[in-house]
């Protein structure tokens, strides 16, 4: 994710505003680790340190096929969503993850479940149990006015009505208000979605586009299909008036969608989106998915931009006035391996997420002509890092309500700057093509990046991480590769 107060000019000056708004916001709130859910048939979540009753435990998900038709006119949705998952316990009865909306039936392998509706939770018991290591589909019909959940310190996240269409965003969880799900990253699926929607109106998601065609009552159904497997989080959905490009780029679909209220010119920043994934591909290995693209939405409640797999969803104020969006793109696309592939295994990691496509930003900045991504950590460093209270919350464990905070983000890119600072650029570039690699397509945790990064350069970093991540106390300035 990324906020709307983002540019690419980095002035001593601009960065000192940028964080001193930031700093304003401090809670030093820390969360409580708390162990597991409810076993295998309760309606607790998976333990998250930070949001403990996010997702499920029991089973895994394979694969979702999500079957929405929406009418921007009664903002109603009605939605079949077919999970194919397996028990990872003998499973009397499992929970899913739903807001608000209206269950109609539950099958589980083709007979009716009985069904409670929890607090955010559909609890479901299916007629047989089913055995640990089975295979089961479930099949949920629904249908309501989908609502956005809302936080004090989170904004509102998921399904919102938008200007004679709607979306489907947010972080860290949006899917719970458009579908059943296991809504965690520890529980990463690969997804069919099928959506219909009034003649003439766009219905955009994720991954491969798979045709459309005309439904009933002059509608028409959009398909796409992610096969690489996604955190529930970065499923969108957006419908509307928008100006649709499907093209290829290094024989893979790229796909932009540009609400019909934008100017042209933002059509023409995202269709870069594939040239700027290359050059990314040069520091980090593969671009990971089989798609490229973005979208662009007008609705001026949308103050940031965000990581949608393969297809990310920008604010409008990204592209206002002509600005440049490439900064914001680099960002997005960054996160394609750093967050989307490689994927956190709890919220309170947010940093191998946010610091690494903060980081992708100073690098693409200095390749651009820019500043250097030496020259962005002193500013950084120099400036507002000379005051005390830039220093906390600590980066790898900042609390939920910091979330989305400059620890998370600025100081998690000055993290691995310092790394690369004390292990040499060869050493340094090594390890976040490794990291990239051997952790695609799962979860990883920041213990896992330092044994990965030790084993790289071959010595103890655990000192490193340690102050840059943990601590609250300014580091010593980073020492040259030694
Ligand atoms: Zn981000």
């Not at 392998?109 to 479901?124: F, I, N, Q, Y």
């Not at 399904?159 to 899917?175: E, K, L, M, V």
């Not at 799962?442 to 991480?465: K, P, Q, T, Y």
């Amino acid at each position: 994710m990324a906020g709307s107060g983002r540019g690419r000019s980095r002035t001593a000056a601009a960065v000192a505003a940028a964080v001193a708004a930031v700093l304003l916001g401090l809670a030093g709130c820390t969360g409580g680790w708390s162990p597991g859910g409810a076993g295998g048939s309760g309606a607790g979540g998976l333990g998250d340190p930070y949001f403990p009753s996010y997702g499920n435990t029991g089973y895994q998900v394979d694969h979702y096929l999500l079957q929405v038709s929406y009418d921007p006119a009664s903002k109603q949705l009605t939605g079949t969503a077919t999970i194919e998952a397996t028990a990872t316990v003998d499973l009397s009865g499992f929970s899913l993850d739903l807001t608000g909306l209206t269950v109609r039936s539950v099958t589980v392998d083709g007979a009716a479940a009985t069904v409670e509706r929890g607090d955010e939770k559909l609890v479901v018991t299916p007629a047989e149990p089913v055995p640990d290591g089975v295979g089961f589909t479930a099949v949920v019909g629904y249908d309501g006015d989908p609502e956005p959940v809302h936080s004090s310190s989170l904004g509102s996240n998921g399904f919102q009505h938008s200007d004679g269409g709607a979306f489907a965003i947010g972080q860290p969880r949006s899917a719970s208000t458009w579908f059943p799900v296991n809504d965690h990253p520890l529980d990463k699926a690969t997804y069919t979605i099928e959506a219909t929607v009034p003649e003439g109106l766009a219905a955009v998601s994720n991954g491969v586009p798979e045709g459309r065609s005309a439904g009933p009552a002059g509608s028409t159904t959009w398909r796409w299909s992610e096969d690489a497997e996604m955190a529930s989080y970065l499923a969108t959905l957006v419908i509307g008036d928008y100006r649709v490009h499907e093209s290829e780029h290094r024989g893979k679909p790229l796909v932009t969608a540009v609400h019909a209220d934008l100017s042209v010119q933002v059509d023409r920043q995202l269709a870069a989106s594939g040239r700027i994934a290359d050059v990314l591909e040069e520091w980090f290995g593969p671009y990971p998915f089989d798609a490229y693209g973005g979208i662009a939405l007008a609705d001026q409640r949308v103050g940031f931009a965000l990581e949608t797999q393969s297809r990310p969803v920008y604010g409008p104020s990204f592209f206002a006035g002509g600005r440049d969006g490439t900064g914001v793109i680099v960002h997005e696309l960054a996160h394609q391996w750093f967050g989307n592939s490689v994927s956190v295994r709890g919220w309170n990691e947010l940093w191998l997420n946010e610091g690494f496509a903060t980081y992708a930003e100073w690098l693409y900045e200095e390749r651009d002509g820019g500043d250097t991504a030496q020259e962005t950590f002193d500013l950084y460093w120099d400036g507002p890092g000379a005051e005390d209270r830039f220093w906390s919350p600590a980066t790898g464990d900042p609390g939920p309500a910091q979330l989305f905070s400059h620890a998370v983000y600025v100081r998690g890119a000055m993290t691995l700057h310092a790394l690369r600072r004390t292990v040499g650029d060869d050493t340094f570039f090594q390890i976040l093509r490794d990291w990239a690699t051997e952790m695609a397509g799962g979860n990883a945790g920041s213990a896992d990046l330092v044994a990965l990064s030790e084993r790289v350069a071959g010595r103890d970093l655990g000192g490193l991480f340690d102050q840059w991540l943990y601590r609250i106390d300014r580091p010593a300035y980073p020492g040259a590769a030694g």
